[in-house]
Structures are given as structure tokens and as C-alpha cells.
């Protein structure tokens, strides 16, 4: 009867676990995006770190640069990237960043 009581025990716990929503772990990568208008673009790469992000441009004939940086946060699949007060919010699905704004959507895919 223990051990039938420990088996269940065990495998309630790990059903309960694998329900639970994995978090989302940016660090340490880098997401690339060709929305981008092909006349004076080739991508736009965001590269996050722990807290922060840099947004870099590769420009057509030109080395890539750095745009701009600012922090991010999480909430479930919700990223929001901020930079002196403004906010860009996008939705991850898997290897997937996808962005809305001023009527155009821009997609990331994760490199």
C-alpha cells in the first residue's frame, strides 16, 4: 500500500510540473528580422542579455550597427522592449517574435 501511495504521489507531481508554463529565457540570444525596407536594409538583429537588449541595423553596403539598447521583461508569452519611456510589445511563439506597430508587424526568428 506505501509503495502504491509513493507511486502516485510521484507521478501527481511530475503531471502537476509538466503542466506549469515554461519560462521564456532570452539571455544570450539573438532574434533577426528581413521586414525590413530592401531598398537601404538587408535585417534589423536583436541581441538580448540578462536584463537589457541592443537593437542593431545592417544597412545595405554598410557594417552593421547598433540602433539603440534598452531593458525587457517577460510575462508569459508577452515581451516588452522599453527605451526612454517607450514601449514596443511583441508575442513569442517558440522561435517566433512577432511585433505590430504603426500598422506594419515585423517577425523575428530566433538565430
Not at 509503495?3 to 510540473?17: N, Q
Not at 545595405?60 to 550597427?65: A, L, M, S
Not at 517607450?86 to 517574435?97: A, D, H, P, R, S
Request: glycine fraction near 6%.
Amino acid at each position: 500500500m506505501k509503495k502504491l501511495l509513493l507511486l502516485t504521489l510521484v507521478l501527481s507531481s511530475l503531471f502537476f510540473l509538466s503542466c506549469q508554463k515554461e519560462s521564456i529565457k532570452l539571455s544570450g540570444t539573438e532574434w533577426k528580422s528581413f521586414d525590413v525596407d530592401t531598398r537601404y536594409e538587408e535585417y534589423i538583429l536583436i541581441k538580448f542579455k540578462t536584463t537589457t537588449f541592443e537593437m542593431w541595423y545592417k544597412d545595405i553596403g554598410d557594417p552593421i550597427f547598433m540602433g539603440y539598447q534598452g531593458i525587457y521583461t517577460t510575462t508569459d508569452n508577452t515581451l516588452t522592449l522599453m527605451k526612454d519611456g517607450n514601449e514596443l510589445v511583441g508575442v513569442i511563439n517558440k522561435n517566433i517574435l512577432t511585433f505590430s506597430e504603426d500598422g506594419e508587424i515585423y517577425t523575428f526568428t530566433k538565430q
